[in-house]
């Protein structure tokens, strides 16, 4: 999966720009999104801003992916000057936005000298993107989703996805927009995201769903200087850390117990039931003879984090999260829960991640 992050040409003169950007090359991201068809800003004006960014994006060794659309498209086809400015920006690919024709994008990558162009994944039908590939075998596609800026016009979750199967079906990479909350862009300052669903989840949460949907190729801030927690949060999903699981242990845990949860990787079974997720570290740890003393059960409530008693003889010392609400058990021991803020993370633990428990005060 590789990341990007967004910059507007009305950023250029922010204070923590430049560390910013320094951030984000530290860590994985490696293309910077643009827009320059923003019909409050004057378009000669927004091409000198971009100018003065795009020298910064190449200091960082970063390359600059600028969105297009509508009457600007006509506008630089038709002002050779606006067009010189543009092509001095060195920008690596187009996105186009809307209201464009076959034509125009063979004028464009003639004029600018370039030949990977990005296309809407929200507007095009097969027809459309057939049409699109037959154009000419120079041009590199891929597709990127729009990020809506009203509450309530994100696109659905199925929307989504069925869409962006049209596209790597045919070998075209997708990507998708993510909101941060460290600098909402205006004039809303609600939230630039793809999917409404995501408009007021942690980008954490807004990530792992777009990468669980195995059609997403690209991740993209769509808010302009994001924080740098949420770059880390971001970066670290897509290189494959251990995530944490934050829980609030049990009063009368015992430290057998917080043996078993504490200061070990944990990993789920590839084979889980409708109810828990089994932890396979436990499982090993039990079988070397861990014997847990029972204590008050309580019906299992989703989210409990919970531990085999020795009333369950050898599976005593197994660890489990529930995913369902449980009846009580008296061979069960819950032994605490995760944070409310960390539910979601259940969704996402799969046999192929590794996580650790956090103990929340």
Request: charge should be negative.
């Amino acid at each position: 999966m590789k990341l990007a992050l967004s910059v507007y040409p009305q950023d250029i003169n922010d204070p923590y720009l430049v560390q910013y950007l320094d951030n984000a090359r530290k860590l994985n991201y490696q293309e910077v999104f643009s827009s320059i068809h923003l019909a409050e800003y004057d378009v000669a004006i927004q091409i000198e801003q971009l100018y003065e960014l795009s020298k910064l994006i190449k200091k960082h060794d970063m390359t600059l992916c600028v969105d297009i659309g509508g009457a600007m498209i006509k506008k630089l086809i038709s002002d050779k000057t606006l067009s010189d400015k543009l092509k001095a920006c060195e920008i690596s690919a187009l996105r186009l936005d809307y209201d464009y024709d076959h034509q125009a994008i063979l004028i464009l990558s003639e004029m600018l000298d370039l030949n990977r162009f990005i296309i809407n994944a929200s507007l095009l039908d097969s027809d459309k993107i057939n049409a699109l590939l037959a154009l000419s075998d120079k041009i590199k596609w891929e597709a990127w989703h729009n990020f809506y800026p009203r509450p309530l016009t994100g696109i659905s979750y199925d929307f989504y996805y069925q869409q962006s199967l049209l596209f790597k079906e045919r070998g075209i990479a997708v990507g998708a927009f993510v909101c941060a909350f460290n600098k909402p862009r205006g004039p809303l300052h609600a939230g630039l995201v793809t999917l409404e669903s995501h408009r007021y989840v942690s980008i954490a949460e807004a990530a792992y769903e777009l990468m669980a949907s195995k059609v997403c190729d690209k991740l993209i801030i769509a808010d302009p200087l994001a924080s740098q927690f949420e770059l880390e949060s971001l970066d670290a999903i897509n290189s494959n850390e251990p995530f944490v699981l934050n829980i609030k242990c049990a009063n009368d845990i015992s430290d057998a117990e917080r043996e078993l949860l504490f200061n070990r990787l944990h990993q789920v079974r590839y084979d889980n039931s409708e109810y828990a997720l089994r932890l396979i570290t436990s499982r090993n740890m039990a079988e070397q003879g861990k014997m847990i003393d029972p204590r008050l059960s309580k019906v299992r409530k989703v989210g409990d984090v919970t531990i085999d008693n020795s009333g369950y003889k050898r599976y005593s010392g197994e660890v489990q999260l529930i995913i369902k609400d449980c009846p009580l058990d008296e061979r069960v021991n819950i032994a605490a829960s995760i944070a409310k803020a960390d539910l979601w993370l259940l969704k996402y633990l799969t046999n192929e991640r590794y996580f650790y428990f956090k103990e929340k005060e």
